[in-house]
């Protein structure tokens, strides 16, 4: 890690751990062991700290029900193939490898998990570019489906435009949703990877628009759309999902905007974030937030100090109108236009309360707006007996 008093209290390996309704529910953020090693004994030592990591709270590699590598550029090695042997792994894992440049300096990939002992989770049935990885709990009743790495199809690389793309990989995670039993409107939260995205989010947004209008969502999704692309694939844009069947006590809710407006009013289909109630917990999925006002306006043009503070104001709002607040927030990805601002967040982070042991991966990547200069997405948990009893 970089030196520095901020950087340097952050260690290589941080986890929150959850108990309740039936699960043990771990959420890890792997830094290299040493920035020193070279690009493959960076991601050596990721596969070894994570084993060890998951062990210290009785998990396994077959636990993980989500995860993603955040690389610096393409591998030139199988890194699937290194992870699986490293692990010791029977099948592909539900885990994304996208290349978006760590922003600690000379760090080439960090690892983010998400791990849930559970009696009756499933396998990972199969996975690659055309079939995404997937894993599934159920929890109260309800069914819980990671699907990772979708991309549309590889016949219409040559021929479509962005727009028709970005259709054919959101139909294509219907397909694969329709396969396991659920449908769209189950959809909780994505997350979207584009190539130059401040030129082709209008277009991914247009085909993401006209695909939620033609399966009539009564309730949008909390989302992330940033620059990425997933690694060892030429696919133009790539997405990740999480859905839960809701049904009996587990509820989905869309969250009210808070401090911003809702996006759809000025044309993006997702919602601010999402809560999922169920008995014992409830569980936030908050979309990636940047500087924004109530009127979709960007604040702070140009001053990353003062879009940090909106962004964390904007974050504060969506916690609080469910009762919680950055102390709550189990995992996080940050996301800089620029690596020099790396130590700023560093600061701004501390300073508006975000414990310097919460799970947070923080990468080099271009936001949607040219404006913006970061954005921030979080994941939230309370957990309790008294919780998940009313709206």
């Given at each position: 890690?970089?030196?520095?008093?901020?950087?340097?209290?952050?260690?290589?390996?941080?986890?929150?751990?959850?108990?309740?309704?039936?699960?043990?529910?771990?959420?890890?953020?792997?830094?290299?062991?040493?920035?020193?090693?070279?690009?493959?004994?960076?991601?050596?030592?990721?596969?070894?700290?994570?084993?060890?990591?998951?062990?210290?709270?009785?998990?396994?590699?077959?636990?993980?029900?989500?995860?993603?590598?955040?690389?610096?550029?393409?591998?030139?090695?199988?890194?699937?193939e290194e992870l699986s042997s490293g692990w010791e792994a029977a099948g592909p894992l539900p885990i994304s490898a996208i290349v978006q440049p760590p922003a600690a300096p000379f760090c080439?990939?960090?690892?983010?998990?998400?791990?849930?002992?559970?009696?009756?989770?499933?396998?990972?049935?199969?996975?690659?570019?055309?079939?995404?990885?997937?894993?599934?709990?159920?929890?109260?009743?309800?069914?819980?489906?990671?699907?990772?790495?979708?991309?549309?199809?590889?016949?219409?690389?040559?021929?479509?435009?962005?727009?028709?793309?970005?259709?054919?990989?959101?139909?294509?995670?219907?397909?694969?949703?329709?396969?396991?039993?659920?449908?769209?409107?189950?959809?909780?939260?994505?997350?979207?990877?584009?190539?130059?995205?401040?030129?082709?989010?209008?277009?991914?947004?247009?085909?993401?628009?006209?695909?939620?209008?033609?399966?009539?969502?009564?309730?949008?999704?909390?989302?992330?759309?940033?620059?990425?692309?997933?690694?060892?694939?030429?696919?133009?844009?790539?997405?990740?999902?999480?859905?839960?069947?809701?049904?009996?006590?587990?509820?989905?809710?869309?969250?009210?905007?808070?401090?911003?407006?809702?996006?759809?009013?000025?044309?993006?289909?997702?919602?601010?974030?999402?809560?999922?109630?169920?008995?014992?917990?409830?569980?936030?999925?908050?979309?990636?937030?940047?500087?924004?006002?109530?009127?979709?306006?960007?604040?702070?043009?140009?001053?990353?100090?003062?879009?940090?503070?909106?962004?964390?104001?904007?974050?504060?709002?969506?916690?609080?109108?469910?009762?919680?607040?950055?102390?709550?927030?189990?995992?996080?990805?940050?996301?800089?236009?620029?690596?020099?601002?790396?130590?700023?967040?560093?600061?701004?982070?501390?300073?508006?309360?975000?414990?310097?042991?919460?799970?947070?991966?923080?990468?080099?990547?271009?936001?949607?707006?040219?404006?913006?200069?970061?954005?921030?997405?979080?994941?939230?948990?309370?957990?309790?007996?008294?919780?998940?009893?009313?709206?």
């Amino acid at each position: 890690m970089p030196s520095g008093s901020v950087a340097d209290a952050i260690p290589t390996v941080r986890a929150r751990r959850v108990q309740g309704a039936g699960t043990v529910e771990v959420f890890l953020q792997i830094a290299p062991g040493s920035t020193r090693d070279d690009e493959r004994g960076q991601f050596a030592s990721l596969v070894v700290q994570a084993q060890q990591a998951l062990a210290a709270h009785g998990l396994g590699p077959g636990n993980i029900v989500c995860g993603w590598i955040h690389f610096a550029k393409t591998p030139g090695w199988d890194w699937g193939e290194e992870l699986s042997s490293g692990w010791e792994a029977a099948g592909p894992l539900p885990i994304s490898a996208i290349v978006q440049p760590p922003a600690a300096p000379f760090c080439f990939c960090t690892m983010q998990l998400h791990a849930i002992r559970s009696a009756r989770q499933s396998g990972v049935w199969y996975g690659n570019s055309q079939k995404p990885a997937a894993a599934t709990i159920l929890r109260a009743g309800a069914r819980h489906l990671r699907l990772m790495s979708i991309t549309p199809r590889l016949d219409l690389r040559e021929s479509a435009d962005i727009v028709d793309m970005t259709y054919d990989m959101l139909a294509q995670a219907g397909h694969a949703l329709t396969d396991r039993g659920l449908a769209f409107k189950d959809v909780v939260r994505t997350w979207i990877y584009v190539r130059d995205i401040e030129h082709n989010y209008r277009f991914v947004n247009q085909a993401r628009n006209r695909f939620f209008a033609e399966q009539a969502m009564a309730r949008l999704p909390a989302s992330t759309c940033v620059e990425g692309a997933l690694a060892g694939t030429a696919a133009p844009v790539a997405m990740d999902l999480y859905a839960v069947a809701a049904k009996g006590d587990v509820r989905v809710q869309a969250l009210a905007p808070e401090p911003m407006g809702e996006a759809s009013t000025y044309g993006s289909a997702f919602a601010r974030g999402c809560r999922i109630v169920e008995p014992g917990r409830n569980t936030l999925y908050i979309s990636g937030t940047a500087s924004i006002d109530a009127q979709g306006a960007v604040v702070a043009v140009d001053d990353i100090q003062g879009q940090l503070d909106r962004t964390f104001e904007n974050l504060r709002g969506l916690l609080s109108g469910s009762g919680m607040d950055l102390g709550d927030v189990v995992s996080a990805t940050a996301y800089l236009k620029r690596q020099d601002d790396f130590r700023e967040f560093l600061k701004a982070a501390a300073a508006h309360g975000l414990p310097i042991e919460t799970p947070t991966a923080v990468v080099v990547a271009d936001i949607c707006r040219p404006e913006w200069l970061w954005e921030m997405e979080v994941c939230a948990v309370q957990a309790g007996p008294d919780l998940g009893k009313s709206d």
